[in-house]
């Protein structure tokens, strides 16, 4: 009896004069922090089987689209997302579930590593919306107004301003789609059911309250500085 390893099946097609297949190439990295580092806010349940299943599957399904465009593999995750449009619904939904994801882990952090809002991005956000608070009150406005699974986004547009905005689904403010509003997200909320159900059952609006408890504004901080310059 003989395995059918990716080598062995590897081997076999290069004897074969077929094409060797090709090595996968997007991979999940691990949470930046332990599955219950979010607690009491988002749960660790929540958080292995968003990470470890659902993130994983994006991930999955995007390297299985590298047969069909292998030019994918040439590509950085965020620069495919400004060329979402020359590819299939594989590709968008997962390609963009990657980079969406990818992205929210690193926008939120543990107690203690949270920080708060710089100055140039307190300036900023007052600007466009007047305070913080009604910043946040208008980004849960575009999170509860979504309907169905998508992300509520806060985006620094292509004139440096701030905006919120919201996309279906696995879209983002990053895709060059007729129907998005173009910008560099800095921050971004998931209001897909798998991100709050188990603990939240069907009450989005309480999860996206306390979601504001867990933003990494370190992180979104160093978003909108990169994005300004
Ligand atoms: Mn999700």
Redesign the pocket.
Known sequence: MSYATPIRLAMAAMAAGLPAIAAAQFTLAPLPYAADALEPHIDKMTMEI?HGR??AAYVNNLNAQLKTFPELANLSLEAMQGQISKFNVAVRNNGG?HY??DL?WKLMAPEGQRGKPSGALEAAIAASFGSVDEMRKRFDQAALGRFG?GWAWLIVTPEKKLAITSTPN?DNPLMDLPDIQRGTPILGL?V?E??YYLKYQNKRGEYATNWWNVVNWNEVSRRYDAAVK
Do not use: I, L, Y
């Open positions: 968003h659902h993130h579930g969406n994801h929210f699974s696995q998931d897909w798998h991100a």
